[in-house]
């Protein structure tokens, strides 16, 4: 990790959206884990022995980093090391303002007075995005879009939204407040995709709304692919234009592989044969929480908020029943068809998490969510009366977690990984790994 990323936009306060920017990525991690630790403490409670329907061999635990006794009552954390990647260039996707004009479009976010600040050479993103948004104002001006002016509601072209996958291949969304430059961008495009290799998928977002929102409802496809294919970890996720995909590749692929990791101890777990210890077993690896109605053998996994699949994708495999829950119909579009590319079963389920899981007669032996900022809320409380005895949770929003852990006092951290998805910021990635205990505190 290098010290301070440079940055001159920072230097000269035309922007601070790198907020940490002036601390070291050493002190910066080291803080932001300390930070975690300490909500984890106060949310955590449970303690004692796991509960006996959800045994823990002595064989099946991972080594790691020592469990960390905390201030708040949550004892026994194995903290594993933080995940890191590059403090310059990683980002995957830029959210770019357009302001200006047809002839001098700017790109990158408004300051007080409304007038658009450049971030075109942001050395947060790959030189893939540097030379595209280099590259696009010539496509304005032939086509014409004049910039959306957010103080006169006049214009078009509102924001310029890009990703980019590990090959270097781009997609580029125009966010337009009407329909109407659609063609125009169609009859131009070569003037783009002529000067920068590799554009792969282009479409439009409609949002005719004047308000704080990034894009809107519509999307039109306008070039190309219909998705963009990002290997994340060990799997080609299949990203749509309005798909929700992690904006840091090389820590998202850690975090993948550290639940895939998690799940393969669990399996491991149950190939001892814990069945033995729970209500009915018949010393077979009868696997299935409390309830659950298992006896297949088959290590039932829900990845709950699934988005495109990275998790559910990560955690196929033979003997395994992964299902994916999502909200999204696009986003299951894409994590079904990633799975087929890759050769994995899974399903993938159209739904409200909360609302399914609570229809559900079979439980499984894991859940893995991975909620938007706001936390899992209501599914909380399911979570707590279900006797599922492992749960792993991926939050980018450690407050809400600590809020959800509260709902959830007869889990307790067994291990915590903080990931450095965001990096010069206060913002921070962390994953748990939850087991049922026997009593809460």
Request: glycine share 10%.
């Amino acid at each position: 990790m290098i010290a301070v990323m440079e940055c001159a936009h920072y230097d000269a306060g035309r922007c601070r959206s790198c907020t940490l920017l002036p601390l070291s990525s050493h002190v910066r991690v080291r803080r932001s884990q300390a930070e975690i630790a300490r909500l984890l403490a106060q949310a955590t409670t449970a303690s004692g022995a796991v509960s006996a329907d959800c045994p823990v061999p002595e064989s099946a635990i991972a080594s790691g980093t020592p469990p960390t006794s905390t201030s708040g009552g949550a004892t026994g954390i194995r903290w594993l090391p933080p995940a890191t990647g590059p403090d310059a260039g990683f980002r995957n996707k830029a959210k770019m303002v357009v302001s200006g004009t047809v002839d001098a479009p700017v790109f990158g976010i408004l300051d007080d007075a409304g007038a658009g600040i450049d971030l075109r050479d942001c050395p947060l993103y790959p030189q893939a995005i540097h030379r595209l948004l280099d590259a696009v104002p010539a496509l304005i001006r032939r086509a014409q879009i004049p910039p959306y002016d957010v103080a006169r509601r006049r214009g078009e072209l509102k924001h310029l939204i890009i990703t980019v996958n590990d090959a270097g291949e781009l997609m580029v969304r125009f966010v337009l407040r009407t329909p109407k430059p659609v063609e125009r961008i169609r009859e131009h495009l070569s003037v783009l995709t002529a000067a920068v290799p590799g554009v792969r998928v282009v479409s439009a977002n409609i949002h005719p709304q004047h308000s704080a929102l990034l894009e809107g409802a519509e999307e039109i496809h306008i070039a190309g692919d219909r998705h963009l294919p990002m290997r994340q970890g060990r799997v080609s996720l299949q990203v749509l234009p309005r798909s929700f995909v992690q904006t840091n590749t090389a820590v998202a692929g850690q975090l993948y592989e550290q639940v895939a990791e998690w799940a393969d101890e669990i399996e491991a777990r149950h190939r001892l044969g814990t069945a033995d210890s729970r209500p009915g077993g018949t010393g077979a690896a009868d696997t299935g929480s409390p309830g659950a109605g298992g006896g297949d053998g088959a290590l039932r996994i829900w990845d709950l908020y699934c988005g495109v699949g990275g998790f559910a994708l990560h955690l196929a495999a033979p003997g395994r029943a992964v299902t994916g829950v999502e909200v999204s119909a696009e986003a299951i579009a894409s994590a079904q068809a990633a799975a087929a590319e890759a050769g994995l079963t899974a399903d993938f389920v159209v739904a409200d998490a909360s609302d399914w899981a609570g229809e559900q007669d079979v439980l499984p032996d894991v859940v893995v969510v991975n909620p938007p900022r706001r936390g899992i809320g209501a599914l909380a409380g399911w979570l707590e009366g279900s006797g599922i005895c492992d749960v792993i949770y991926s939050s980018c929003n450690p407050r809400s977690l600590a809020r959800d852990l509260k709902q959830m006092p007869s889990y307790q951290v067994t291990a915590a990984r903080m990931l450095d998805m965001f990096p010069h910021t206060a913002h921070a990635e962390v994953v748990v790994q939850l087991r049922r205990t026997t009593e809460a505190a």
